[in-house]
């Protein structure tokens, strides 16, 4: 802060060059911050126009989604009739049903054992906590195409296969990783000299934690939860190989793709995207949060 | 704002931090660690491909040998043996029901014992059904012995305790469900071998003694899958497209999420709402993600309507066929920059906000450009951040899979994750897709050693 001054001070009584080495400086900046807008404006559009294009299939005609070429303009005509096709389609409705089913039990399980865990990595310091982060990034990264071969044998040897509690458990796993770590950045956002507060003021440690950490990390579990949701709505792989009748939305979806018609897939994809989309974007925050506890 | 407040360090061990992790330490063993395992002896195990044949018709019996699934076998003999409760609902069984029935001999003294039911004639049953009263059945044939054992126990290994005339009444006093054992003889390594084995992995074949192994009871150590994998014509396509796509997308997603998160922390207006779209794609399914592209890439699809809007083509072009296989890539490669850039971004921004301010203005005070700022400040004091980001994004990587699916349809490009897919799914061979799903996770293994063995050396050269 101190030497912005220093900069800023030399105005009064100006020499030529560093007038004009300041000058150049400004142009610079401007000249940078030109840039900076151009990059910002282009990325977003990057981003955003192939959400737009894909909206504006879903909510379009049939017709219009077959029509060549198609207008750039979003929604000409807007009509619900491809995205009620989709839902219509067979199988469709029940994976949506199944997806909610398999969501729900991920996020009851997963917060359930993940947020001990969380408390646990933000609050103490322990011998192995180090080795427990680490494992937990590495098992983050880890294949899910390699779990659920033998996962789908010993399935199918418990008599549990093709069944929605099993690959409910089996989300579990898949995000409790990404869970445990949101909820321990949840935790360590939370002083600890509340607790400690609490504590002197005759709480024991469980009602310090019932009373003061609960109500205060609440939303930190909401943001969890939601994100378990939408880690197990968008899964595919491991859903495809677990199910057969009881598939869940993407898994039906990419059954079905070699011979569904482009109405159809296009309206899956924005189904598929948009819940997702906005339940990120909510709780955006909390995953810098964990990122930047983890690569510290 | 998220700083962590640690506790001062206790002396005694403190057991409530364990208490806390136990459930998710158990849960991720049993769904991480011995899957993993599983994988690999699915790999190099095959299950059910020898039959011991034993001396005896019993379970306890030595073996003498081994058959392979598939040999040709005589059938000699078979007799009805005790089967366990459990066993009744295996596949393949040849059953037999016995009786337990209850008789005056000749000599006016009560003996009980068994028989096989078709020894019987049932002439009462209760009101469930079940049967309470038979006749012996005579026994039709010259050579024939007119006379029924009883046996001790129900098994023809049990010791004959009365033996009955035809058209004897007997009271049934249980029944039971008893498997049929062959004795066999087949062939191994040219050697003929003669003993008894249990009916369910047998095949026969009506009106012949003639039979074949089904299945085996042992399975064995092998690297015939691990062999077929590397002959298999879609291997070597999907690993080169594996590692290519990865070659070609990371560094892609780097640049831009540095770039992106650069425009993020430079404290423009609306700098905010730029991270809120970058993190858009945070999201999204990679099915999805797909679908997009394919939208965008398809004949009839976005990219030719723009071109053709502008007047630079006549007609569409097709991008997405077999002849096309470059335009699949490209397509791949813009699906998965645009799907998993932004998860590059979030760690990245998480890493520059650990970045003191004051380092920055500094380097800006005095002169430095943006490029010398990026090369000489931030990238260095970045760098854990872009190691993690780089493992993630690395092992993710090698599991594309619902992307190529949808923009390519699979067959033309193909991907390992792809491929082991297609061993499951397609296929139904659960131990090539275990080859396929060991392979992904050893070039796994292998990649995370040697980013974490490129991180330790640099650590102990720096002190």
Known sequence: MSRKHDVQQPKAEVAPEVMAIHLKMKRRQKLGRGMIYLAAIVLSLWVLIPIIFITSMALTTPEMVRAYPKSILPFIPFSLDTLRFFLGSYGILDGIINSVIVAAITIVLSTLIAAPAGYALSRYIFRGRDVFRLSILAVRAFPIVVLSIPLAVAFLNLGIYDNVFSLGLMHTALVLPTAILVLSSVFASIPYELEEAAMVLGCSPVQAFRHVVVPLVLPGIAASAIFSFVLSWNEVFAASILTIQNRTLPAQVLATLSYSPDPYKFAGSFFMLIPAVIFIFIIRRYLFNMWGQVTK | MTNQLKPPKRKKINWAPYLLIVPSFVYLLVFFAWPMVQSLILTVREDDVLLRVREDPTQTSPGIGSLERGVSVEILDQQANVISEDDLSEPGLITEVWYEVQVTDETGTMVAGWASEQRFRVRETDEDGKPIMATVRPIIGVDADPLTPIYSEPSTAGEIIAELNAQTPVDILS?????????????????????????????????????????????????????????????????????????????????????????????????????????????????????????????????????????????????????????????????????????????????????????????????????????????????????????????????????????????????????????????????????????????????????????????????
């Open chain 2, 175 to 463: 029944q039971r469900t008893l498997e049929i054992w062959f004795q066999i003889s087949g062939e191994v390594d040219a050697k003929l071998i003669t003993g008894w084995v249990q009916s369910r992995y047998i095949r026969t074949f009506p009106e012949s003694t003639e039979g074949r192994i089904d299945r085996g009871d042992t399975g064995h150590l092998t690297f015939k899958y691990i062999r077929r994998m590397f002959n298999d014509r879609f291997f070597w396509p999907a690993f080169k497209t594996t590692l290519l796509l990865m070659v070609i997308i990371i560094p892609i997603q780097f640049i831009l999420a540095i770039i992106m998160a650069l425009v993020v922390q430079a404290k423009i207006k609306g700098s905010s709402i730029f991270l809120g779209i970058f993190s858009i794609a945070l999201g999204v399914s990679d099915l999805a993600v797909g679908i997009v592209w394919y939208a965008i890439f398809t004949h009839y699809g976005y990219l030719n309507s723009i071109l053709q809007g502008l007047g630079l083509i006549s007609a569409p072009i097709t991008y997405l066929s077999a002849d096309t296989r470059h335009w699949i890539i490209i397509a791949i490669v813009l699906a998965e920059v645009w799907r998993a850039t932004s998860l590059v971004m979030v760690i990245i921004v998480s890493g520059m906000q650990s970045i003191s301010q004051d380092v920055l203005e500094a380097a800006e005070v005095f002169g430095a450009t943006l490029w010398q700022r990026v090369t000489h400040v931030i990238l260095p004091l970045l760098k854990p951040s872009l190691q993690v980001a780089l493992i993630l994004r690395t092992i993710l990587a090698l599991q594309v899979f619902a992307v190529v699916m949808a923009i390519g349809g699979g067959d033309v490009v193909t991907v390992l994750a792809r491929e082991t897919y297609r061993q499951y799914y397609d296929l139904r061979n659960f131990n090539m897709a275990a080859a396929f799903s060991s392979f992904i996770l050893i070039l796994s293994m292998i990649i995370s050693v040697f980013y974490l063995r490129a991180v330790r050396t640099e650590q102990e050269a720096s002190g």
